[in-house]
Each structure stands twice: as C-alpha cells, then as structure tokens.
T-cell receptor, first 109, second 120 residues
C-alpha cells in the first residue's frame, strides 16, 4: 500500500537555527516526489519536484534531497517568514497525489 | 507562471442551497484539474479528478450527485455543492496540471488559493 509519512509533526525553530524535515514513502514505481508549502487559510504553494535518488534542488533557504526511501527538506538559517506547514506528496500507483500529514514549522525571531 | 485562481475565496450560505466554486488556470491550459477538501489541521483529501470534455472521476465515498464537477474548457473547472448542509462546511482547494501538448500533461499540480465554505 502506498504511504507517505512526515516527521516531525511540528517544529519550533529560532531564527537562524537550521533543521531538516523528513518525508518517508512507500510507493511502487516513484513518478515524482513533491514538496509544497501551505500558509494558514491558503492553498499549497509548489516548491520542488524530485524524480530520482540522489537528486537535489534548492530555492533560497530551502534544499530538497531524495533517496530511494525518503526525502529531506533542509531549511538553512530560517527566517520568521519561513513559518508554514510543509507538505510532501508522491504520485501513487493510480497517478494521484498522495499527501503526508505535513510538518508545521514555526520560526521565532 | 502557473497561477491558479479560485472564486469565491469564501462563501456563507444557508442549508439547502447550492454553491458554485470556480477554478481557473490563468497562464496555462489544463486538461486535468483536481478538487480537494481540507479539514482543520488535516492534510488534503482528493475528492475528484476533472478532465476537460469528459465526466469527472470521483474518489470512493464522494457523492457525485452532491458535488457536481464541470470542466468545460482548458482553463476552467467548476465544483457545485448541491443542497449544502453544515457538514459540507470545509476548505475546498483545486489544482491544475499544465498541459504539455501532444496529449500529455506535466507531473506537477499547481494549487489555487482555496475557497472557505460555511453552511449555516
């Protein structure tokens, strides 16, 4: 059965304190792993798509990496505006996006 | 690029009335759009897949007669919640897959800002 598990559920960081979010997945034949950012009361905002193990992508303070079983979203020197819920999703066997429960990140000044 | 809009952003209606939500891809064409529902502090739950020019495909447990989906053009899909009841109150989000041409779409879904529905 296809499954996406994100950890931790919540993360509280001081401004400048780097950390990583984890997304572990089980899916037969990965067709893409996606990271989104969601602010309260808004739709998810696309961040990255990763397709193969070893792939890395960066955008400002965010860097996403992919292995055969998991993906990490590294937040380097976060700022308060990085506070959001970060969602991980994979294409399941039916070609639909299956989301993890998300990691709520709060960055305090 | 890849902007998706939804209208309205919020709506309050009385029980028993119908509500239509529009989802538009503003700067790309999309043969496939999706409708999700999100409850507080939960992740997105796929309701249905909307394909331009054909009937929508609904997920198990989603009443197709209650949630009517129409995808009449390559940039517009609508979700109509018929005879809404308080339990239909939720955050509804659409997404769109950019059409890559040649009968294929890209893999990345772009999401709209969501519509907050409150049924009194």
């Amino acid at each position: 059965e296809d499954q996406v598990t994100q950890s931790p559920e919540a993360l509280r960081l001081q401004e400048g304190e780097s950390s990583s979010l984890n997304c572990s997945y089980t899916v037969s034949g990965l067709r893409g792993l996606f990271w989104y950012r969601q602010d309260p009361g808004k739709g998810p905002e696309f961040l990255f798509t990763l397709y193969s193990a070893g792939e890395e992508k960066e955008k400002e303070r965010l860097k996403a990496t992919l292995t055969k079983k998991e993906s990490f979203l590294h937040i380097t020197a976060p700022k308060p505006e990085d506070s959001a819920t970060y969602l991980c999703a994979v294409h399941d066997s039916w070609g639909k996006l299956q989301f993890g429960a998300g990691t709520q990140v709060v960055v305090t000044p | 690029g890849a902007v998706v809009s939804q209208h309205p952003s919020w709506v309050i209606c009385k029980s028993g009335t119908s509500v239509k939500i529009e989802c538009r891809s503003l700067d790309f064409q999309a043969t496939t759009m999706f409708w999700y529902r999100q409850f507080p502090k939960q992740s997105l739950m796929l309701m249905a897949t909307s394909n331009e020019g054909s009937k929508a495909t609904y997920e198990q447990g989603v009443e197709k007669d209650k949630f009517l989906i129409n995808h009449a053009s390559l940039t517009l899909s609508t979700l109509t919640v018929t005879s809404a009841h308080p339990e239909d109150s939720s955050f509804y989000i659409c997404s769109a897959l950019p059409w890559a041409g040649g009968g294929s779409s890209t893999d990345t879904q772009y999401f709209g800002p969501g519509t907050r529905l409150t049924v009194l």
